[in-house]
Structures are given as C-alpha cells and as structure tokens.
C-alpha cells in the first residue's frame, strides 16, 4: 500500500468539505429519492436513512475534526537498541484494503472512508440498498475531492452488490482484504462471519442494560432511562432492558412510577413474571430469546433482579457487550459493576447514549466494536492502523 503524505491526505479531506457544502442541496435530492422508495417516514430505519442541513453539516464537521487530527501512520509506538547494537523501532502502519458493510446510513459513507482514508487504508463501502441514491452522490463527491488532488479514485470505492454478490466477494475477494467491518444487527454480522475469509471485527449490536440498584437516587434513574431509551431509538447505545432491585425502598411504587414514566413518552414495556404481579397490565416477554434482541424501537423490557451478583450476572448473559449502567448512590457498588460487567463501556449514573466516538474523545467512528481484537468501543483514527517492525543492523546476526 502506498503511503500518501499528511498534506496531501488533509487536502483531500479540505476538497471534501467544499464539495460537501456545494453539493449540499443535490445530496439531500439524492437522499428524497431513497425517502421515497423506502415509503415510511418515522422508525429506526428512517431515521438512520434521512438526510438533511443537519446531516449534512455532520458529516462536514466530521471530516473537519478528522483533517485535524495528527496522521496515525508511522507513530512510534516504542524504540530499543540491543547491547549488539541491533536497533528496534515498532512504529504504525495502515491496515492494507477494509470493507465495511452496513445499513441504511448514509453518513457512514463519509464518516467510515474519512477515518480509513486519513490512516492510510483504502476502503470499500458496501451500504444498503434503501441508501443507493445518497451513497451514490457521496462516492462522487469522494472521488472529485481525490482527482482534485492528483489520487485515483480506487482508494474509496461503493460496492454495488446483491446478497448472492456480496457472499461471493466474501468467500472469493478478487483483491486482498485485510479487514471486514460488518456494521448493523445480528443477521447482517451472522452472514459475514459465516463467510468472510479475512479478519472481522463485530459492530453494532447494542441490546444496552441498565441496573436500578436498592440504593439507587431514584430521579437520577428516571433521567437517564428516558434519555437512554427515547433519545435515539436508532442509535446502537439505546437502552433496551431495564433491570430493578426487588430491594428498592417502596420498589412497588416506584415500578408504577417508572411505567407512568414510559408509557407518557410512548414506550411499549415487557415485564418478567415478577414484574408483572406489580404491572398486571403489561406483556409479558415471550420467551427467553427476547432477552437477547436489540429492539431500535420504543419498546423496553422492565425486569426484576436481586442484589448486585445477579444483575451483573443477567447482564453478562444476555446484553451485547456494548454499553451497561448501574444506578447507585453506593461508590463501591458501581465499581463492583464496573469491573465485572463484560462490556465495552460501563456506566455510573450516566446514560448509555454517550458511548459514541465525538463524546469519547476519538471523533469521527467507523463503528462501535463490542469485539476485544483488536480494540473495543469506538473505532477512531487511532484504531485504524496496525504495527511494523523497522530493523536497522550491521550485518547483524543471530548466534
């Protein structure tokens, strides 16, 4: 892979951000024709799929703070001469070619070649069908800014491929991959994994927990459950399940308070058999598999629990290994939680819908990994480069 200069890397990326305000009004056009095939105007979907001024505006500022982030290529990461004088230098490198494999969202067709650009890498970008008109005007704009700057167009590049497309180019790439990145629900992440031939690495899947403890500040549980369920249905970091310590002061009360809660903003409630005997109206969860599903909807699941042990224990089982939460005026409690809960980000008093790459500090994310290699969280500019070994010698040898 040829490695590309800082400053032609960040002209590229200030090429981009003109013709992203130029093209302004033909992107969100494009993006009205996908509206409109798609035939639905609220849910998760819609909202991951509609582009606007705000979109629009997001995507600008996300190549912004990635043009001024500092090049993650050939960074030293640690430096040793040996007493035969062998000098060892472990330094940055790019990935090579990653694809990245999503739904509906437009946006990751900018934010997601942004950060694999800046770090060296080319990327190939295989979005949904519902997002082929705005993903085709946004490759566009991508390969103006790079001939603009004397590159070829081949270092971003959509994938326009059907299912059976897709699994073949999976199983047989005609050119070397170095990474997948499937980013979407379990089916999309079950069919890479069952056909890719290169390294994957898991995106996407929230099914987000939060833990009512007996020592809870109970308004405080109340903000954040609302923030976390209501804010973003579509986001990976929504809440899903809500688990509440039988052992809560008045825990019956506050159950009917949390329901109040929920149904005045319009969120469908399942409760487990405990639950249930204190809010006989609602439904009961079907089945065990219901523990497991990501709902990106207004649906939430209040469950019971008792004590620390077997929330944690619930949670490990069954959440996605992205965000978890325990309310709690209890300092050790929360950092019990926080140590043993197996998730990409653990919370204290805090909403899960700050697990995010601009909130955690990395800005621009091509995803949220819930994976342990080789990074998990937000995958930033950072995350997108590998390591190399300089050797320098003087007809060194091993003896």
Not at 227 to 251: E, F, H, M, R
Not at 270 to 275: F, K, M, Q, R, S
Request: charged share 30%; with cysteine.
């Amino acid at each position: 892979m040829k490695l590309i200069k800082t400053d032609i890397k960040n002209n590229v990326l200030q090429s981009m951000i003109n013709i992203l305000d130029e093209k302004r009004a033909q992107i969100i056009e494009a993006n009205k024709q996908d509206l409109e095939a798609f035939g639905e105007n609220e849910g998760a979907m819609y909202d991951r799929l509609i582009v606007n001024d705000k979109k629009v505006d997001d995507m600008i500022q996300s190549v912004k703070e990635v043009m001024q982030q500092e090049d993650p290529v050939g960074q030293t990461i640690s430096h040793r001469v040996l007493d035969s004088g062998l000098d060892i230098t472990n330094k940055t490198a790019p990935f090579g070619t990653i694809m990245i494999i999503y739904e509906s969202r437009p946006d990751v067709t900018i934010e997601a070649a942004v950060l694999a650009f800046k770090a060296n890498n080319k990327i190939l970008l295989k979005g949904g069908k519902e997002a082929f008109n705005s993903n085709k005007i946004l490759e566009a704009c991508w390969h103006e800014a790079l001939k603009d700057n004397g590159l070829e167009t081949d270092w971003i590049r959509l994938m326009n491929m059907n299912r059976a497309d897709t699994r073949e180019f999976l199983k047989n790439p005609p050119e070397k991959l170095d990474l997948i990145v499937p980013r979407g629900g379990e089916k999309l992440i079950g069919f890479v994994k069952e056909n890719a031939t290169c390294a994957v690495l898991i995106s996407g899947r929230g099914n987000n927990f939060l833990y009512v403890s007996k020592d809870a500040d109970f308004d405080t549980a109340k903000k954040v459950i609302l923030n976390a369920k209501t804010d973003k249905i579509s986001g990976c970091n929504a809440l899903d399940k809500v688990l509440i310590d039988t052992q809560l002061p008045d825990y019956e009360n506050k159950l009917k308070e949390l329901q109040e809660m929920l149904k005045k903003h319009k969120v469908d409630i399942l409760v487990n058999d405990e639950a249930q005997k204190v809010l006989k109206e609602e439904t009961l969860i079907p089945n065990e598999d219901t523990w497991y599903e990501e709902f990106l909807a207004m649906k939430i699941v209040l469950g019971t629990t008792s004590g620390l042990e077997k929330a944690i224990d619930k949670i490990n089982k069954y959440s996605g290994g992205h965000s978890a939460v325990i309310i709690t005026k209890d300092k050790e409690e929360a950092a019990e939680f926080m140590q043993q809960v197996d998730s990409a980000a653990v919370y204290h008093n805090a909403s899960t819908r700050f697990t995010d790459g601009g909130q955690m500090g990395v800005g621009a994310e091509l995803a949220i990994s819930t994976d342990k290699l080789h990074h998990r969280g937000p995958l930033g500019l950072k995350q997108l480069v590998t390591n190399k070994y300089y050797v320098l010698g003087d007809g060194h040898i091993r003896e």
